[in-house]
C-alpha cells in the first residue's frame, strides 16, 4: 500500500467518486473533482492511499485561520473503503497528514466529528491523542447521504497539537487511555448508531439529544473531555 499527494485531475476525480461510495451517494460525491482540483492547484493538502494501483482511502484538507497568524489545517474529509486490506488506514491517512503540516510549519489541524458515533471517538481522541473543543449542534443542518439521513447533524471540533506530548505517543503506537476520577462525569453513546438510525429513527433521535443534553452542557459548562473509553464513554472532568 502507498500513500502520496494527489494533484492530477484524473486521480482527483477518482477520489471524489470513493467518497460517494463511502458515503453512499452515488453520481453525487461529498466534494467535486472540479473543487478539489482548486484546492490543490492552491497548495492545500489532498492524498490517496492505493493497494495494487486501486484507490481504496483517500483524505482532503485545506488551510485556515481563525486569529491572524494561527495557521491550521481544516480537515474536511476521509473515506476509507472496507476490507481487509484497508485495517489501520484511517490511522496511515492521519499520520501522513500530520507530517505533511509539521513539514509546511502548520501546527494544529481541526475537524469534525459525530459524536454519537463511537468509533471516530475513540479513533480521534484516543488512538490519535486529539482534543474535543467544542460541541456544535446541527452544525451542517440536514444532511441526505445514506449515513446521516434522517438525524441532526451535531458535530464535535477536534482540535489536534501535532506536536503535543498525546500526538507524539500514539503516532508512535502509545494511545492515551482515560483514567476517570471521582468527579469526572461519564457520557455512553450507543454500540452502532448508524445501524440504529437505519432501523430505528426515533431511537437514533432520543440518543441524540441525551447526548446533546449530557455531553454538550458539560462541555457549555467548562467540563473537558479526558478521553474515551472502551467501554463507548466519553470521560469529563472539571477544569
Not at 481541526?110 to 491523542?129: C, H, I, M, Q, S
Not at 438510525?197 to 449530557?214: I, K, N, P, T
Request: proline share 5%; with cysteine.
Amino acid at each position: 500500500m502507498t500513500i502520496e499527494e494527489l494533484t492530477e485531475l484524473a486521480d482527483l476525480d477518482e477520489v471524489a467518486e470513493l467518497f460517494a461510495v463511502v458515503w453512499e451517494r452515488p453520481g453525487d460525491p461529498p466534494i467535486n473533482g472540479d473543487v478539489l482540483r482548486a484546492l490543490s492547484h492552491s497548495g492545500n493538502y489532498i492524498a490517496g492511499a492505493r493497494s495494487g494501483g486501486r484507490l481504496i482511502g483517500g483524505i482532503v484538507g485545506w488551510l485556515g485561520m481563525h486569529e491572524p497568524g494561527e495557521l491550521h489545517m481544516h480537515s474536511h474529509i476521509l473515506g476509507v473503503l472496507g476490507g481487509d486490506e484497508a485495517k489501520g488506514l484511517g490511522f496511515a491517512l492521519k499520520q501522513h497528514q500530520r507530517t505533511w503540516c509539521l513539514n509546511h510549519g502548520v501546527p494544529t489541524i481541526e475537524w469534525t466529528f459525530d459524536p454519537l458515533v463511537r468509533r471516530n471517538a475513540y479513533f480521534n481522541l484516543t488512538k490519535l491523542g486529539a482534543d474535543a473543543a467544542r460541541y456544535l449542534v446541527d452544525f451542517y443542518g440536514t444532511m441526505q447521504d445514506g449515513i446521516n439521513a434522517g438525524d441532526e447533524s451535531d458535530r464535535i471540533l477536534v482540535r489536534w497539537a501535532l506536536d503535543s506530548e498525546k500526538a507524539r505517543a500514539a503516532a508512535a503506537g502509545r494511545p492515551f487511555e482515560p483514567k476517570p476520577t471521582a468527579a469526572a462525569i461519564l457520557v455512553k453513546v450507543p454500540e452502532d448508531i448508524v445501524a440504529i438510525r437505519r432501523h430505528d429513527a426515533e431511537l437514533g433521535h432520543r440518543w441524540r439529544l441525551r447526548v446533546r443534553e449530557s455531553l454538550g452542557d458539560a462541555m457549555a459548562r467548562g467540563y473537558r473531555v479526558a478521553g474515551f473509553t472502551r467501554d463507548f464513554e466519553y470521560v469529563l472532568e472539571p477544569n
